[in-house]
């Protein structure tokens, strides 16, 4: 059986998906060596896994694209924090793989620099991706905006103009900044973003065909897997069992995205529905700039 060492962001949302792949292969007679944020190391030994966290340096870099004015301020944002984490994940994944030896390595989409150091490694290697993939298809409309699949000529133009808007934006915000990293890390430059996504040799997309574009350009490397549900075992609160009205769940991000606003906006656009309202917040905390009511 094989020891394999998994690596993640500072973020639950990427970790709980995880988190049945793990269980798994834990099942199969694999050895599971973790990396993750510390709070959660305690449950992931739980679980058996020999977990450890990842450089403490990396979760003081919190995201604070909530302060961008713009879509494209947004991803120059995004873009800086995950290269200003690079920095760190990239070294930490490295002295990982010296300290356990594993024989297969899977990384987080979201850790830069640990994929780099990942390719760098030369072993077995795989990529697990929890949200869309930015990936660009003559089939589907260009990552984003959230457009209808083009229907007819004047649909395919449409797609043909915007599809350079786009992925102009993240080739001009994000390629500079990834290949920065690569060439510290001794690899080759990039000449499109989304020729990074089919540097692993497997990439585990946590979604399925029903919920995607449809579209017949699939790379080779990515795999399907389905959404991946898990969450800590825990006791269901009582008021779930004594509600009769239909349950609406406000979810924001797992990392600080200052979301207060979108949750009183839906309360108070729920507020006189027949409905029991339940939102949720970074670590169950009100920490928003927006007052919650």
Known sequence: MARILAYTSPGRSHLFPLTPILDELHGRGHEIVLRTLASQVALMRERGFDAAPIDGSIEKLEHDDWRARSPLQSVRLNARVFCARAEHDA???????????????????????????????????????????????????????????????????????????????????????????????????????????????????????????????????????????????????????????????????????NDGRLVEVALEALAEEPLTVVATLPAGSTGSRASIP
């Open 91 to 257: 070294p930490d994944l490295t002295r990982a793989i010296e300290e356990t030896e594993p024989e297969a390595v899977l990384v987080d989409v979201n850790s830069w620099g640990a994929l780099m150091a990942a390719e760098a490694w030369g072993g077995p290697w795989a990529v697990f991706c929890p949200y869309p993939l930015a990936l660009r298809s003559a089939d589907a409309p260009p990552y984003g905006p959230g457009l209808a699949p083009a229907r007819g000529p004047l649909g395919r133009a449409r797609d043909r103009l915007v599809r350079p808007l786009v992925f102009g934006t993240l080739e001009r915000q994000v390629r500079p900044a990834l290949n920065s990293i690569r060439a510290r890390a001794g690899l080759d430059p990039l000449t499109n973003v989304e020729e990074w996504f089919g540097r692993a040799p497997l990439l585990l997309y946590m979604t399925a065909e029903p919920f995607e574009y449809p579209r017949r350009d699939w790379p080779k490397n990515v795999v399907m897997i389905g959404p991946c549900a898990w969450d800590p075992p825990a006791e269901p609160p009582q008021w779930l069992e004594q509600t009769r009205q239909p349950i609406v769940l406000v979810n924001t991000s797992t990392e600080f995205q």
